[in-house]
């Protein structure tokens, strides 16, 4: 049965590799599956056929056979426990593994998506500049607490996991911020994760969609 994933027809961010689908095609990759992807037009997310596999009328979906899954983290969490290359074999480093990939998904990305918020949907808001620098301090706080526990660490708890697939995807959110930079064992722990033969094969299959607009 082949893996079906959905992916923007023209993604909002011209392939750069910070749309959801990114995500799960990395985790594709680095497990060894084939897979396959529909593109849908942002009319056609919001259409029946799509809101049966995403109720939010967002990407990506997964289908395999009987099973379809929506939700970056829970497909890359589906793909890690069923294939090996994802979470250590120990239960206790697996379940730290698994602590990851929520840490990113529920601490670090929500003040990161703030930001995004606060400069395209909010920008024209009176309040809008006067905010900006309390959403960006609070990205701050959760990158400098991230920092200190990575330290000099090349991954977050021993080998590369799901845990630091996810932790990278959200980074790669905030770099064009700058913020990122203002951390260099981060910047240099997503330079690693992007260095990886699955992430380079993952974000030229997502780039290769969207070369046009990004040209």
Request: aromatic share 8%; hydrophobic share 50%; charged share 25%.
């Amino acid at each position: 049965m082949t893996i079906v994933i959905t992916a923007f027809e023209r993604s909002p961010d011209g392939g750069k590799g910070l749309a959801r689908d990114t995500r799960v095609r990395w985790a594709l990759e680095e497990v060894g599956q084939p897979y396959a992807v529909r593109l849908v037009s942002f009319k056609a997310m919001k259409e029946p056929a799509h809101l049966r596999l995403h109720p939010f009328g967002k990407i990506p979906t997964f289908e395999e056979g009987d099973l379809a899954l929506f939700e970056s983290g829970a497909i890359i969490l589906h793909l890690a426990q069923n294939h090996a290359g994802l979470l250590p074999d120990a239960a206790n480093a697996r379940a730290r593994a698994i602590t990851w990939m929520f840490a990113a998904l529920n601490t670090v990305e929500p003040p990161i998506l703030d930001l995004s918020i606060a400069k395209f949907q909010e920008g024209d808001k009176p309040w809008a500049k006067e905010r900006m620098p309390f959403v960006a301090d609070r990205i701050r706080n959760v990158l400098a607490q991230l920092s200190v526990r990575l330290g000099e660490a090349g991954w977050l708890d021993g080998d590369f996991s799901a845990g630091d697939l996810l932790m990278v995807s959200v980074l790669l959110r905030v770099r064009p911020s700058g913020i990122l930079d203002e951390f260099a064992n981060l910047a240099a722990y997503v330079a690693r994760g992007e260095a990886r033969p699955a992430y380079q094969r993952a974000f030229a299959a997502q780039l290769a969609v969207n070369a046009p607009q990004a040209r």
